[in-house]
Structure formats: structure tokens, C-alpha cells
């Protein structure tokens, strides 16, 4: 039986080898991949319609970070700061925690502008919220400080971890089902003997 002719059999050496070189491309690339993420609807809400503050936090600790379900929360996190002819509610009402939760972020800047704060965008992997931030502090020297604060409203969930990732890096993981819904966690309030 005569042989094959070698341009054949060379022919199928490089067919099978760019055969096995194209899955094994797929491959590595399907693994490199990150997992699909689902966008979460969010609505921005302005800090100034309501009529409070964000209490004081852990000066050493740049962004505060938390994810507020009930009134009770909202109330650790914010107080009051009434005003003559004050006419903004000091808080949102309590039945818009019966179908959304409050994402907020905050940090002390600069009181002369320049300083961006705001929640871009939410999005679930594999059952993690990722928060995304625009964290982009004024590197002017101001002449005094004020807290800045981004809020969102999401659809409410019962249970899973809420990482906030600011300028692309994770700087945070809260488990609010858990008790872990403020990041850094809140002084104690003094209370007068």
C-alpha cells in the first residue's frame, strides 16, 4: 500500500494543531471572564431635600459606607437640623423602606468644591451587590470642611453581602441581614448622667 503524499499528512498536523490551539484559546479565555452581573435599578435622591446631617464617624477612616432598610437606621445615621421657617422633612417617610433600601456614602471634604462624590451604578454577581462610587476628593487645600453625601434608593433584598467599590477598587463588604449595615461602625451615643 503506497503512502500517504507528505503534504497531506503535513496538512492535517496543522489543521489539528490549529484545531486544538483555537479551543484551547476559548478556553482560557471563557475562564478569564468575569461572572455575568445583573444592573440593579437604582434612584438617585439629593442629600438637601431632607432637613439633617450625617452624624460624626471614625476620623480615620475616609468614606463611610451603609446600606439603611428600616427608620431606625436612618435615624442612627442622620439626625435632625431644624431651622426657623424650616420647611424640608427631616426624613424620608417610614413606608419607603417597605420596598427599597437607602445606599449611602459619605466623607468629609473640603468645603470649597471641587470634590465628587456619587453612587454610579449597582450591579449583582453571583448574589453580591457591588456599589459602584465616583470618589474623586478636591485636592485643593480648603479653608474648612463639610460632609458630602451620596444617596440611592435599590430595590429592597432580605438577605446578601453589598461590597462598595470606589474608583474600582473594593473598599468595603457589609452584610445587612447580618447587623452589618454601616461601615465604619457608629460611636456610641453619649448620654448625659
Same mark, same amino acid.
Given at each position: 500500500?503506497? #503512502?500517504?503524499?507528505?503534504?497531506?499528512?503535513? @496538512? *492535517?498536523?496543522?489543521? +489539528?494543531?490549529?484545531? %486544538?490551539?483555537?479551543?484551547? @484559546?476559548? /478556553? =482560557?479565555?471563557?475562564?478569564?471572564?468575569?461572572?455575568? #452581573? %445583573?444592573?440593579?435599578? %437604582? *434612584? *438617585?435622591?439629593?442629600?438637601?431635600? !431632607?432637613?439633617?446631617?450625617?452624624?460624626?464617624?471614625?476620623?480615620?477612616?475616609?468614606?463611610?459606607?451603609?446600606?439603611?432598610?428600616? &427608620?431606625?437606621? !436612618?435615624?442612627?445615621?442622620?439626625?435632625?437640623?431644624?431651622?426657623?421657617?424650616?420647611?424640608?422633612?427631616?426624613?424620608?417617610?417610614?413606608?419607603?423602606?417597605?420596598?427599597?433600601?437607602? %445606599?449611602?456614602?459619605?466623607?468629609?471634604?473640603?468645603?470649597?468644591?471641587? @470634590?465628587? +462624590?456619587? /453612587?454610579?451604578?449597582?450591579?449583582?454577581?453571583?448574589? =453580591?451587590?457591588?456599589?459602584?462610587?465616583?470618589?474623586? &476628593?478636591?485636592?485643593?487645600?480648603? $479653608?474648612?470642611?463639610?460632609?458630602?453625601?451620596?444617596?440611592?434608593?435599590?430595590?429592597? *433584598?432580605?438577605?446578601?453581602?453589598?461590597?462598595?467599590?470606589?474608583?474600582?477598587?473594593?473598599?468595603? $463588604? +457589609?452584610?445587612?441581614?447580618?447587623?452589618?449595615?454601616?461601615?465604619?461602625?457608629?460611636?456610641?451615643?453619649? $448620654?448625659?448622667?
Amino acid at each position: 500500500m503506497p #503512502s500517504p503524499p507528505r503534504h497531506s499528512l503535513l @496538512s *492535517r498536523r496543522v489543521a +489539528l494543531a490549529l484545531f %486544538l490551539h483555537t479551543v484551547g @484559546s476559548m /478556553i =482560557v479565555v471563557s475562564a478569564a471572564e468575569p461572572a455575568a #452581573s %445583573l444592573a440593579i435599578q %437604582l *434612584r *438617585r435622591d439629593d442629600p438637601a431635600r !431632607y432637613q439633617n446631617f450625617v452624624v460624626n464617624w471614625d476620623a480615620g477612616t475616609e468614606l463611610l459606607c451603609a446600606v439603611v432598610s428600616t &427608620p431606625a437606621d !436612618y435615624a442612627c445615621l442622620f439626625h435632625p437640623a431644624p431651622a426657623i421657617g424650616g420647611k424640608k422633612p427631616f426624613a424620608p417617610p417610614d413606608d419607603a423602606f417597605t420596598k427599597e433600601q437607602l %445606599l449611602v456614602i459619605a466623607r468629609v471634604v473640603g468645603g470649597d468644591g471641587g @470634590s465628587v +462624590l456619587a /453612587i454610579e451604578r449597582v450591579v449583582e454577581k453571583e448574589g =453580591v451587590l457591588e456599589v459602584h462610587l465616583d470618589d474623586r &476628593p478636591a485636592t485643593t487645600p480648603a $479653608t474648612f470642611t463639610v460632609k458630602q453625601a451620596a444617596l440611592a434608593w435599590i430595590p429592597r *433584598r432580605d438577605g446578601g453581602r453589598v461590597t462598595f467599590v470606589a474608583n474600582g477598587e473594593a473598599i468595603t $463588604t +457589609l452584610d445587612p441581614a447580618g447587623g452589618d449595615w454601616i461601615a465604619p461602625a457608629l460611636p456610641e451615643p453619649v $448620654t448625659a448622667e
